[in-house]
């Protein structure tokens, strides 16, 4: 990983059709594929329930 003005880069591994999913999304919107995954993970992590409200559920 390397660390340059508060960003970290790293590497993930995408299955191929949604790779190509968030590069279609990313050029209809004229970004680029990074700031498309960085905007739709904070909105995700933004929305999730915080882990010690989760009620989990023995199957």
């Given at each position: 990983?390397?660390?340059?003005?508060?960003?970290?880069?790293?590497?993930?591994?995408?299955?191929?059709?949604?790779?190509?999913?968030?590069?279609?999304?990313?050029?209809?919107?004229?970004?680029?594929?990074?700031?498309?995954?960085?905007?739709?993970?904070?909105d995700?992590?933004?929305?999730?329930?915080?882990a010690?409200?989760?009620?989990?559920?023995?199957?």
């Amino acid at each position: 990983m390397t660390t340059t003005s508060g960003k970290t880069t790293t590497a993930i591994r995408f299955p191929d059709d949604l790779r190509e999913q968030i590069q279609a999304a990313a050029e209809e919107r004229d970004w680029s594929m990074n700031t498309l995954v960085v905007r739709a993970t904070r909105d995700y992590v933004e929305r999730l329930v915080p882990a010690d409200e989760l009620e989990y559920v023995k199957t």
